[in-house]
Nanobody, 127 residues
Framework: QVQLVESGGGLVQAGDSLRLACVVS????????MAWFRQTPGKDRTFVAG????????AYADSIKGRGTISRDGAKNTVELLMHNLKPEDSAVYYC????????????????????WGRGTQVTVSS
């Protein structure tokens, strides 16, 4: 079992930056595909950013492209999502997800790929 614990959420103002972190522990494997998703009340969970497992190959949703960076720190067993120029529509609960093995830049966006999820961290962006 893989455990994922997110942190770094909070209340920020529009235009601010925020760094979310996901600590990965337990029965991890190498490589692993990792991703961040977000969800607002009454809506489906949507893809934000992902790592496919291939030499830090990344993928981003159009909504965050150019404003977000996903990265992995192997020494710290963490995956981070750095977001700039936050907008009120970025407000959501952000979830970290993990799956064993490599995936493609297309499949990393599919929530059905992931069997391991964190409990989420709330991000609220005020206008």
């Amino acid at each position: 079992q893989v455990q994922l614990v997110e942190s770094g959420g909070g209340l920020v103002q529009a235009g601010d930056s925020l760094r979310l972190a996901c600590v990965v522990s337990g029965r991890t494997s190498s490589p692993m595909s990792m991703a961040w998703f977000r969800q607002t009340p009454g809506k489906d969970r949507t893809f934000v950013a992902g790592l496919t497992g291939f030499a830090n190959s990344t993928a981003y949703a159009d909504s965050i492209k150019g404003r977000g960076t996903i990265s992995r720190d192997g020494a710290k067993n963490t995956v981070e999502l750095l977001m700039h120029n936050l907008k009120p529509e970025d407000s959501a609960v952000y979830y970290c997800a993990a799956a064993p093995g490599y995936t493609t830049a297309r499949s990393v966006r599919d929530w059905r790929l992931y069997k391991n999820w964190g409990r989420g961290t709330q991000v609220t962006v005020s206008s």
